[in-house]
């Protein structure tokens, strides 16, 4: 049988720097900005030209970190099952696949060429940092909206599950870091949070309150907390890498 070589044409930049944390699928969290960074000799516009049309792209990547190596599994256990129900592989959008290969529908915001080179500017991104990938097609609505489909298991979108409070200590930190909104971080860390990134196997240990993520170099510490009103979360603190 034939085998087949591929190159990535470029490299995503994200703020997803560890992967927890990261969306389980694109557009869940808008203030996920990135640029994909093109590699010689696809950082040509003329490759681009006609995208500007369009409003959102597919990106086809390669699952890189851990998977490569790791090999595939038949059956799997997705997050919307609460990790515990197994389906197979072909069932799910799971990395470990026979090839750790997936695909994202994102928003394109236009090309930027500066010191980092030319890079396609993104929107509600669900990609580690380093994430290599390997084509970019545009979204056409007409043929790859499906209005009646079914979505299985992941039927609808997941409810956003808690309220986000911020500690003083927290806000303050967050406008020392980032003084202009650029990074977009509180919006970022109050999106990712509301849709509970914790594994599924974590609902049966209620006790574990206390849990961080990293985006960017910064680092986010958040706790559950009971409330007249049900849960909420409270992030205690925003701090440069390992400080939090």
């Keep these: 049988m034939s085998r087949f070589s591929f ?100 928003a394109q915001h236009g090309l930027a060429r500066d010191g980092g080179g030319l890079a396609l500017r993104l929107g509600g991104v669900d990609l580690l940092d380093g994430t290599p990938v390997l084509d970019i097609k545009p979204y056409v609505p007409y043929a790859d909206r499906i209005d009646d489909a079914r979505g299985g298991f992941a039927a609808a979108p997941p409810a956003r599950r808690w309220p986000i ?21 509180r919006a970022l860390i109050e999106q990712i949070i509301e849709q509970d990134p914790r594994p599924g196997y974590l609902d049966r240990y209620p006790q574990r309150r206390r849990h961080g993520l990293r985006l960017y170099d910064v680092d986010v510490a958040w706790e559950i907390r009971a409330g007249p009103d049900g849960e909420h979360v409270l992030v205690t603190a925003v701090a440069p890498g390992g400080g939090a």
């Design 165 to 185: 409070l911020f500690s003083t200590a927290a806000e303050t930190a967050i406008g020392t870091l980032d003084p202009d909104g650029t990074l977009r971080l």
């Design 7 to 106: 190159e990535p044409i470029g490299l995503v930049r994200s703020p997803f720097t560890d992967k927890f944390g990261i969306p389980r699928q694109p557009r869940l969290v808008e203030a996920a900005e990135a640029r994909l960074e093109l590699l010689p000799p696809y950082d040509r516009e003329e490759a681009f030209v006609g995208l500007d049309g369009f409003s959102h792209v597919w990106l086809i990547f390669v699952f890189h970190e851990d998977c490569l190596e790791a090999g595939w599994r038949p059956m799997v256990r997705p997050p919307r099952l609460g990790g515990r129900g197994k389906v197979g592989v072909f069932a799910s959008r799971a990395p470990y696949r026979p090839n750790p290969i997936g695909i994202s529908a994102v």
